[in-house]
T-cell receptor, first 115, second 114 residues
Framework: EAEVAQSPRYKITEKSQAVAFWCDPI?????LYWYRQILGQGPELLVQ????????DSQLPKDRFSAERLKGVDSTLKIQPAELGDSAMYLC?????????????FGPGTRLTVL | AQSVTQLDSQVPVFEEAPVELRCNYS??????LFWYVQYPNQGLQLLLK??????LVKGINGFEAEFNKSQTSFHLRKPSVHISDTAEYVC????????????FGKGTRLSVIA
């Protein structure tokens, strides 16, 4: 069964350092999402891609976060510089289209700890 | 905008007992509703979703949920739980129209006790 891949699974960094997370969606899925899940909270959307284009990044802290999906396949989420409050689980998900009825398929996540 | 409330952060239940996990939502427009499950060290997996039609939705692993529009609820139920059902259960809502993002609740930790 096809799965969403994410790496690394765990990342520990010091504040002010740069970190990057990678996501490979299910083959053929046009839509890719990055979520942040703070401990005890539900996932919150950071950015949504349709193919290589950003369709929603309204909740992305653009002063320090960036995301790209250059060829419309895999994606990278970067934080520079990292802050203590960025400690969270970063989840990637993909879906076949942009429809609100679509099931989103989630990867295992990257747990970030900022010291 | 939509919001989801899962009042119970943790629900302990004995094996083979029934369970209900509560989910209430708020929205000014019609919605789609979802339940996801997250096992340790795994990503969220769709349990079931309500799009239209019958308000009783059956999902995987013996779970079902009922959409109640008047009470704006979408509670998840299982008549007899197993140890393997121990996981985090997250309710989510999206508006029927427009490209609005999926809004998740905080999740309920179901712990099944032998």
């Amino acid at each position: 069964e096809a799965e969403v891949a994410q790496s690394p699974r765990y990342k520990i960094t010091e504040k002010s350092q740069a970190v990057a997370f990678w996501c490979d969606p299910i083959s053929g899925h046009a839509t890719l999402y990055w979520y942040r899940q703070i401990l005890g909270q539900g996932p919150e959307l950071l950015v949504q891609f349709q193919d290589e284009s950003v369709v929603d990044d309204s909740q992305l802290p653009k002063d320090r976060f960036s995301a790209e999906r250059l060829k419309g396949v895999d994606s990278t989420l970067k934080i520079q510089p990292a802050e203590l409050g960025d400690s969270a689980m970063y989840l990637c998900a993909s879906s076949p289209e942009r429809l609100n009825t679509d099931t989103q398929y989630f990867g295992p996540g990257t747990r970030l700890t900022v010291l | 905008a939509q919001s989801v409330t899962q009042l119970d952060s943790q629900v302990p239940v004995f094996e083979e007992a029934p369970v209900e996990l509560r989910c209430n939502y708020s929205s000014s427009v019609s919605v789609y509703l979802f339940w996801y499950v997250q096992y340790p060290n795994q990503g969220l997996q769709l349990l079931l979703k309500y799009l239209s039609g019958s308000t009783l939705v059956k999902g995987i692993n013996g779970f079902e949920a009922e959409f109640n529009k008047s009470q704006t609820s979408f509670h998840l139920r299982k008549p007899s739980v197993h140890i393997s059902d121990t996981a985090e259960y997250v309710c989510a809502v999206s508006a029927r129209s427009g490209n609005t993002p999926l809004v998740f609740g905080k999740g309920t930790r179901l712990s099944v006790i032998a």
